[in-house]
Nanobody, 120 residues
Framework: QVQLVESGGGLVQAGGSLRLSCAAS????????MGWYRQAPGKQRELVAH???????NYADSVKGRFTISRDNAKNTVYLQMNSLKPEDTAVYYC??????????????WGQGTQVTVSS
């Protein structure tokens, strides 16, 4: 079984910064892509940032230049550095990881979510 545990959410004023972390643990052969998604009240879950196993990244247009995704493969951990936060960034942020088996099958796992609230 695999678990993703997120941390680092909270309440911050507009213009401030937060750093989210997500650590994967359990029966892990390898991890392919990892990413961060968010869901605001009344809205669909959306991709925020994505990082491949090789370190290639892509971002939602709304966060480009403000958020940075990174990963530490030795720790099975992905990070999201969020700067210049805006009230519209308020959402529950979810970590996602594609866990690979020795037979090259990939399975998606999700964290429990962490609340980020940006006050104006």
């Amino acid at each position: 079984q695999v678990q993703l545990v997120e941390s680092g959410g909270g309440l911050v004023q507009a213009g401030g910064s937060l750093r989210l972390s997500c650590a994967a643990s359990g029966s892990i052969f390898s991890i392919n892509a990892m990413g961060w998604y968010r869901q605001a009240p009344g809205k669909q879950r959306e991709l925020v940032a994505h990082i491949s196993s090789g370190g290639s990244t892509n971002y939602a247009d709304s966060v480009k230049g403000r958020f940075t995704i990174s990963r530490d493969n030795a720790k099975n951990t992905v990070y999201l550095q969020m700067n210049s936060l805006k009230p519209e960034d308020t959402a529950v942020y979810y970590c996602n990881a594609q866990i690979m088996t020795p037979f090259n099958l990939g399975y998606d796992y999700w964290g429990q979510g962490t609340q980020v609230t940006v006050s104006s």
